[in-house]
């Protein structure tokens, strides 16, 4: 048998010499270039960093420092003023150019991914694809959404998870600028860096104010969230750092929009469609669920067991995963994997520790998948990937029995009661997404109002969405402002006549939640 070699031409050393080329101004030889105050500059200090395909050696983020971070959000405040004067019709041409500059290196944008973050290729192009048509929705619709409104203040500043670098933080951040606003981001420290300096370097050559910077979160901080003269603070990532986040805005009345994880569930109660419920499962190990809407935890009626449990099983042992980029002859097309490695080997090896430690405290390990199954190549590091695995019944005191994993790590809960399915669906305090599979659509109906998801399916996942679906959090997951559709707009802008308005949210004083 023939054994895996890496596709020609998409080797990392490869990669980044078609970046050096593409944006010379943001890629040097050796390190990357730091956005700030209208240029690309060898300011900051690069990090070590590791792809977690195979552990090679990769340029990492030129981490800034507070004051250079001052200077740069100091900058992009003055670019506010001036772009917000812009006619619209100037502003949708220049991000209709820069999403067009975008969609010439979607190839490359798409490997940068798969290198940076493990997507498989499939999926890393999906990321791309669905920013730049994301955006393109907005640019047929903007004229209407602005309608009576106008740019905040201050610039948006956005501090986004890796997970999801173009089709959440780079999209976000072109419908902030059409709606009048200059933006200021971050790149997250542990991936994505290299795909958003390139976004970042077409953007600006589209004549985009943008600003991009890395650096420590604690050190730069209070540059990106509570500097004056900022418009807005949008935020992707975990509860620790979203409520260090609020806290920090709590006395500034500014706006906000903080997406936080959740830990998602799927109900199963007198349910019979296990087909459909399978092709479910399988799409919903993509990316080894590692996105916000993934869902970690099944609650299934006890009866049921046995049925979800074959059912369940046959889905893990055909998932394919391993090396994104692993084929077995050169002209072969890139593998059509479900997932890849985790982001990196400390979260694997986190993964393993959990798994272990429900199993010390008497959970059922239901399934420990083994890495042998996947494609790898000859020699290659696997300290990044993990195997599905499975616990049944974990302890309330398990670590992740009220948190997301954020990897292929779930937990079944079995329930004898509708109110024990309602205790056990809301466990996370607050999540994004909830599903039910059920047969009894009068028990669906009884039941979704009181789950704390902000979007239930019923025999269906529900997910982020596109275009003119809005999206939001219940509960500890999220704060501040709803986004998607219309009300992405309406987040980063206000009303022209100066009107005080109730945005759709999560806020202290008010919660106002959208048709969804």
């Known amino acids: 048998m023939t054994a895996p070699q890496l596709k020609p031409g998409t080797s990392w050393s490869e990669t980044y010499a078609r970046c050096v080329q593409a944006a010379p101004e943001a890629f040097s030889a050796d390190r990357l270039l730091n956005l700030v105050r209208g240029e690309w500059r060898p300011v900051g200090t690069p990090g070590e960093h590791t792809t977690p395909l195979d552990g090679t050696p990769i340029p990492g983020p030129p981490r800034v420092g507070i004051e250079e971070a001052h200077a ?16 619209l019709d100037e502003r949708k041409a220049r991000v209709a150019a820069a999403v067009e500059g975008l969609a010439e290196q979607r190839d ?41 409104r106008g740019p905040l203040p201050g610039p948006v500043s956005n501090i986004a998870s890796w997970n999801y670098p173009m ?34 370097a077409v953007m600006q050559r589209a004549g985009l104010p943008v600003t991009l910077l890395s650096g420590e979160g604690s050190k730069i901080a209070d540059a990106l969230i509570r500097a004056d003269g900022l418009g807005a603070l949008a935020f992707v990532g975990g509860r620790a750092n979203g409520r260090k986040a609020a806290t920090a805005l709590a006395d500034l009345n500014r706006r906000h929009f903080l997406e936080q994880e959740g830990l998602n569930t799927w109900g199963i109660w007198q349910y019979s469609d296990w087909p459909a419920l399978a092709a479910h499962l399988r799409k919903g190990f993509e990316y080894a669920k590692q996105r916000c809407t993934a ?7 006890r009866s049921l ?24 002859a050169p002209d072969d097309p890139l593998p059509d994997l479900d997932f890849g490695p985790v982001i990196h080997a400390a979260k694997a090896a986190e993964l393993r520790r959990h798994f272990a430690d429900a199993v010390a405290a008497r959970a059922v390990p239901l399934h420990v998948g083994d890495l042998s199954t996947g494609t790898f190549l000859p020699g290659q590091s ?12 974990p302890p309330a005191s398990w670590a992740l029995h009220h948190s997301e994993p954020f990897g292929p790590l779930d937990s079944i809960v079995l329930v004898d009661t509708e109110a024990e399915l309602l205790a056990a669906m809301n466990a996370g305090n607050g999540s994004l997404v909830a599903s039910l599979a059920t047969d009894d659509h009068g028990f669906a109906e009884r039941v979704a109002p009181d789950l704390l998801a902000f979007k239930v399916g019923i025999n269906k996942p529900r997910s982020r969405g596109d275009r003119e679906e809005v999206f939001g959090g219940l509960g500890a997951s999220w704060k501040g402002a709803f986004v998607g559709g219309d009300l992405l707009v309406r987040a980063v802008t206000y009303s022209a006549d100066g009107a005080d308005e109730k945005l759709f949210g999560n806020f202290p004083s008010y919660s106002l939640y959208p048709p969804r």
């Open 295 to 301: 869902y970690p935890r099944y609650v299934v009626q």
């Open 167 to 200: 089709s959440v933080q780079v999209h976000a951040e072109l419908v902030q600028l059409l709606a009048g606003n200059a933006v200021v981001a971050k790149t997250p420290s542990q991936g994505g860096f290299h795909c958003l300096t390139l976004a970042h």
């Open 382 to 393: 696997h300290d990044a990937y993990l195997a599905p695995a499975a616990v049944l019944d």
């Open 108 to 148: 490359l944008l798409a490997l940068l991914l798969v290198w940076e973050i493990g997507k498989p290729w499939r999926l890393a192009c999906a990321d791309v694809d669905r920013a730049l048509d994301g955006v393109r929705w907005y640019l047929d619709n903007i004229d209407r959404q602005l309608a009576g």
């Open 72 to 87: 740069a959000v100091a900058f992009a405040i003055d670019q506010h003023t001036a772009w917000g004067r812009l006619p």
């Open 305 to 328: 067991f046995p049925a979800f449990l074959e059912t369940y099983i046959g889905v893990l042992r055909g998932l394919r995963f391993g090396h994104p980029l692993a084929v077995t």
